[in-house]
């Protein structure tokens, strides 16, 4: 990891210089969208901090403290992540390493699917904060820091952020915690009052297009809705194939005339249909040819569709229902819809 491939570097590093040494708060809360570079940060400020040489945020690179902490293996520091209650906690650690390492904007989607199948059930368990108590109990503070990552910390269950609040409220000396979340605002108060917040705001066309280096495609711009994790996930091969079947089936409910039937059977080829019939939604909230209430009704219906099929229930129907409804709602005249009073 280097800070080049951190999206958001230049603000982490002028405001961790500003706090360095002396005004570093025992916990900080990044928040941010998913796939926009905070573990990425993590990574980079550990390695800094662990670092035995060099500056506050450059770290030298080379020396051993900074070789454990590229490969996440270095003992200081602790990865807390949510995991479907399957297999010990070391072996959900070790996972996640191999994982982040192929991916440092790994969502938390993607994390489910590496632990084959617990989707939905993630999270961060009270045996996880008890076990990050023994660690930091086992080890008498030195000299050296201690980074704690919470990795996706609104997975953390009301009982284990309970027990966390002990910790935080009398943190051991040179510990540090970062809690990186999508959704700050499930966290309990009490813990987000005790952390200094930093926001990761969603990057623009310009920083993901230098992360892919290469120029992008509008649409995958619009799905990507800022986060290179996203957009990583956009350009892995079978996803790219069915977003151009539903790019496909998006314009044929827009043409009277258009048959429907073969971009249908293609999207049901889809691997993640319910994924790409939410993205879907994302395209037409993005049609410059819809009215807004046009964009509304498309919305709700791809939505509910992809719902369904999360369900389990029957694509080809769903798909075809949405068809014939869509089709019937796009038709209209701009100005009848835009006349008709709510
Ligand atoms: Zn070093």
Redesign the pocket.
């Known amino acids: 990891m280097r800070w080049i491939d951190v999206p958001h570097a230049p603000e982490v590093k002028a405001q961790w210089r500003s706090l360095f040494p002396d005004r570093i708060p025992p916990a900080l809360l990044w928040k941010g969208i998913e796939g926009v570079g905070k573990t990425a940060a993590a990574w980079m400020l550990t390695k800094a901090l662990l670092?035995?040489?060099?500056d506050p945020v450059e770290?030298?690179?080379?020396?051993r403290?900074?070789q454990l902490v590229d490969r996440l293996e270095h003992p200081n520091l602790l990865l807390l992540v949510p995991t479907g209650g399957k297999g010990s906690l070391e072996e959900g650690v070790q996972r996640f390493r191999q994982t982040l390492l192929n991916n440092p904007f790994l969502l938390l989607s993607e994390w489910e699917l590496a632990l084959s199948g617990a989707k939905g059930s993630l999270s961060l368990g009270v045996d996880t904060v008890r076990r990050l108590h023994e660690e930091l109990s086992l080890v008498s503070p030195g000299k050296t820091w201690r980074v704690v990552w919470f990795w996706h910390a609104e997975t953390l269950t009301r009982q284990a952020a309970n027990a966390l609040l002990k910790i935080i409220e009398e943190p051991p000396a040179r510990t540090l915690f970062i809690f990186l979340t999508n959704q700050a605002d499930t966290l309990p108060v009490t813990l987000r009052s005790r952390c200094q917040t930093w926001r990761f705001p969603p990057l623009s066309k310009t920083q993901l297009e230098q992360l892919a280096g290469a120029p992008l495609p509008t649409p995958m711009i619009i799905l990507a809705q800022g986060s290179y994790g996203r957009l990583r996930r956009l350009r892995d091969a079978s996803m790219e194939k069915s977003i151009r079947s539903l790019q496909t089936w998006l314009r044929t409910l827009l043409q009277p005339e258009a048959d429907p039937s073969p971009a249908i059977e293609e999207l049901l080829q889809a691997p993640q249909l319910g994924e790409v019939l939410v993205m879907g939604a994302i395209l037409v909230r993005e049609h410059p040819e819809l009215t807004v209430a046009q964009k509304a009704i498309g919305m709700d219906i791809l939505l509910r569709i992809a719902e369904g099929v999360e369900a389990n229930l029957q694509p080809a129907l769903l798909l075809w229902e949405a068809t014939l409804s869509l089709k019937e709602k796009w038709k209209q005249p701009r100005f009848l819809w835009e006349w008709i009073p709510v």
């Open positions: 670092c035995s040489q060099g770290p030298c690179g080379t020396c403290n900074c």
